[in-house]
């Protein structure tokens, strides 16, 4: 991950409770995602018919995990640094 950028909290800016509370819920609604998406996961019975097909639907399924699994681990960076 780049340098996490946090927002500055100051009085004329969004309170620190309130970005506190967007990241948290942005956070949530990802680990929501990522438990749906492991619930899809890709069944080799669905794939036999075509070979290799199955491979390629575990390996696009596991970048899709991965991929939310950065995003939830960013957002729980930015939650932490705003908190401090």
């Given at each position: 991950?780049?340098?996490?950028?946090?927002?500055?909290v100051?009085?004329?800016?969004t309170?620190?409770a309130e970005?506190?509370?967007?990241?948290?819920?942005a956070g949530?609604a990802i680990?929501?995602a990522?438990?749906?998406?492991?619930?899809?996961?890709?069944n080799?019975r669905?794939?036999y018919?075509?070979?290799?097909h199955?491979?390629k639907?575990?390996?696009?399924?596991?970048?899709r995990?991965?991929?939310?699994?950065?995003?939830?681990?960013?957002l729980?960076?930015?939650?932490?640094?705003?908190?401090?």
């Amino acid at each position: 991950m780049s340098e996490l950028i946090l927002p500055v909290v100051h009085r004329n800016g969004t309170s620190r409770a309130e970005l506190l509370e967007q990241a948290c819920d942005a956070g949530a609604a990802i680990s929501r995602a990522l438990n749906a998406l492991y619930e899809a996961g890709p069944n080799q019975r669905d794939y036999y018919v075509k070979p290799g097909h199955w491979e390629k639907a575990l390996a696009q399924h596991e970048r899709r995990i991965e991929t939310l699994k950065a995003l939830l681990t960013e957002l729980q960076a930015q939650a932490e640094g705003i908190a401090e």
